[in-house]
C-alpha cells in the first residue's frame, strides 16, 4: 500500500471509468440539444420569413383604422352641423309663423271692421246749407287771454 505509483494508477483508471460514465450519460443529452437547436433554427427561419409581411399587414391596417376614424369624425361634424342647420331652420319657421298668425289677426280685424262698417245703417250728414250757417260771435281780446289762462 505504500506504492505510489499504484494508487496513481488506480486513481487515473478510476477517473477515465467516471469519465466514461459521464460521456455516455451525457450523449443522449447532446442529441437532444442539437435536435433542440435545429427546431429553434427553423423556427427563426418561419418567423424571418412570416414576421415581416405580418408587420406590415398590421401596420396598413392600423393606417386603415386610422383613416376610418377620421372619416367618422368628419362624419359626425357634418351631422352636427345639419343638426344646427335643421334647428336654425326651425327656429325661423317658429317666427314666420308667429308673424304670420299675428299678420292674420291684424288682417282678420280688418276684414271684421270694414264689414261692420260696411253694414252699419247709414247717417245723413246733419249740416246746415252755408245761408243757416251763422259765425262764432267776436270775442274781445280781454275774452280770449282769459279763456287762455283757463286752459
Known sequence: MTEPIFWLAV??????????????AAIPAFMELAR????????????????????????????????????ISQGVESA???????DQGIAA?????????????????????????WNRPSRKPSRLPPSQFSPPPERSLQERRE???ES
Open 147 to 149: 279763456q287762455a289762462k
Open 36 to 71: 433542440a437547436a435545429r427546431s429553434a433554427e427553423k423556427l427563426f427561419d418561419t418567423l424571418g420569413r412570416e414576421l415581416p409581411p405580418t408587420l406590415e399587414a398590421i401596420r396598413l391596417t392600423g393606417l386603415e383604422i386610422s383613416d376610418l376614424t377620421d372619416d
Open 11 to 24: 486513481s487515473l483508471v478510476l477517473v477515465a471509468v467516471c469519465l466514461a460514465a459521464v460521456l455516455v
Open 93 to 117: 319657421a317658429k317666427r314666420q309663423v308667429q308673424e304670420a298668425k299675428v299678420t292674420t289677426r291684424s288682417v282678420f280685424a280688418g276684414v271684421k271692421a270694414a264689414w261692420q262698417t
Open 80 to 86: 352636427g352641423n345639419v343638426v344646427k342647420q335643421v
